[in-house]
């Protein structure tokens, strides 16, 4: 049995109005999980509710075990590390950003310690940004900047990471490249749940598929079954369809 590292009970949340509507759901260490769904489902919503950006009207969020209400910002952080879909891009060294990952494990004043400069290193061997280290964030390409957020959300060393819509502003090799790396983080323990729009990618590249729907979990289960429920079908209005490949199954519609 795998250890649960991050979970929701009965979760409600939203601005203003409820958005996710009575989800529970939890995700274990070693697994890439995929939530996907429309526009406007909810996906969001629920990875910025899971480490409490967007308050919670009703149910349970355990982090670690933990209940989030428990937890201080920074151990919230030290427990889930989170890669926003809209970022704003910083006048800063790719090395100075990556850094930024390592705030949660700094007590006042903020200084770097050696383990900090090493954290920072391992992420960009990770990522392939070492030789960009010392550029500015504000002359990288989409892509590549989308893959200096991701480093210093490996700087933060959490359990758990959360990345809303990873594999935008990506080419066609960079999104693969970066589904590969996900898969290498969750072999070495860690629980890695993504927001994709990509679903042939989300059925290729994850364990379990978490569906949503007008802010219900619809449905969550591993890419066969979920597949075979067809419940994509319904709840993206088309058809579905996969063959077996030499490189495994492919999925299109």
Not at 103 to 125: G, Q, T, V
Not at 184 to 208: N, Q
């Amino acid at each position: 049995m795998k250890e649960i590292l991050l979970s929701a009970e009965g979760l409600c949340a939203g601005y203003g109005r409820e958005v996710l509507h009575d989800v529970s759901i939890g995700f274990a260490g070693g697994e890439i999980v995929s939530i996907v769904g429309p526009n406007g489902s909810g996906k969001s919503t629920l990875l910025k509710a899971l480490i409490g950006i967007v308050p919670k009207s009703g149910g349970d969020i355990l982090i670690g075990g933990m209940p989030i209400e428990k937890l201080s910002a920074a151990a919230v952080a030290r427990g889930a590390a989170y890669l926003p879909q809209s970022k704003k891009i910083p006048e800063l060294s790719v090395m100075t950003m990556v850094l930024h990952g390592r705030f949660a494990h700094l007590s006042y004043p903020r200084r770097y310690r050696k383990e900090d400069i090493a954290a920072a290193e391992r992420a960009l061997d990770i990522t392939g940004l070492n030789e960009l280290a010392g550029e500015s964030m504000t002359k990288l390409s989409g892509g590549t900047q989308q893959r200096v957020f991701l480093a210093m959300a490996l700087a933060q060393d959490s359990p758990v990471i959360l990345m809303d819509e990873p594999t935008s502003f990506m080419d066609i090799s960079h999104q693969l490249r970066l589904m590969d790396l996900c898969r290498t983080l969750a072999d070495s323990g860690r629980a890695v749940v993504t927001v994709l729009h990509d679903l042939p990618m989300a059925l290729k590249y994850s364990d379990r598929i978490a569906v949503l729907s007008d802010g219900r979990l619809c449905a969550m289960d591993t890419p066969e079954e979920v597949f075979l429920s067809r419940i994509l079908d319904e709840v993206f209005g088309v058809r579905l369809h996969r063959t077996s490949t030499e490189t495994g199954t492919l999925y299109y519609w």
